[in-house]
């Protein structure tokens, strides 16, 4: 467990035991000084697991929203693809990172939380990693918001459990049975991978489709 990892627990553990379950992602990119190493998944890359779905699936349509889009790299790579691309994070300091990172960025880079979006629909939807750092009973009232977002595709790249593991700390991996709130909301799956390998944490890639 590294460093980074161990703050990162700290940090959302406090939060979330204050009733304040999301307030944490503000306050590690606002102490982070722009050291990415302070945050656990800022890689400076684009996932890898979005960039293999892109290189082999189609987008219908251009308009696209990062869900939770932390330092941009993969709101990047969607607009390097010739997507229109939204991008919105509920850190204030994450979205300032991002625009300093990338000052003559294409995307439309917004602090925004999703519970409280004036957005309209979009042909493509990324959600990777954001709604397995909410607890449980939050992200049953994400999954909803986000599927309001779609009018095309939506993929969700996710830690992925079983329904007797236990949740401990950030992040909280994700059951089929919680991810079932997209289709509940009217969103049609299309596509599910398990990448549950020896020796590696399990994840999951889901496409929907509004």
């Not at 939380?113 to 992200?139: C, H, S, W």
Request: hydrophobic share 40%; with cysteine; aromatic share 10%.
């Amino acid at each position: 467990m590294t460093d980074a990892y161990t703050r990162t627990v700290q940090l959302a553990t406090e939060f979330i035991e204050n009733d304040d379950p999301l307030g944490w992602f503000e306050a590690l990119y606002a102490t982070a000084n722009e050291d990415p190493t302070t945050v656990p998944w800022a890689k400076l890359a684009p996932n890898p697991l979005l960039l293999a779905w892109l290189d082999q699936h189609s987008i219908d349509g251009k308009r696209a929203i990062v869900i939770g889009c932390g330092l941009g790299d993969d709101a990047e790579e969607l607009a390097k693809r010739g997507l229109q691309v939204t991008a919105i994070d509920i850190s204030e300091s994450a979205i300032a990172w991002c625009k300093k990172r990338f000052p003559d960025s294409l995307v439309n880079y917004q602090t925004a939380d999703l519970f409280n979006l004036t957005f309209g629909k979009f042909d493509f939807v990324l959600e990777a990693y954001t709604i397995q750092a909410m607890p449980p009973a939050l992200r049953a009232q994400a999954l909803p918001k986000i599927a309001q977002l779609v009018a095309g595709q939506l993929l969700v790249i996710t830690r992925g459990r079983e329904p007797e593991q236990s949740l401990t700390t950030v992040p909280f991996p994700l059951t089929k049975m919680e991810l079932s709130g997209f289709t509940q909301a009217g969103l049609q799956e299309v596509e599910f991978e398990d990448l549950n390998e020896p020796e590696t944490v399990r994840r999951w890639i889901v496409q929907y489709r509004g």
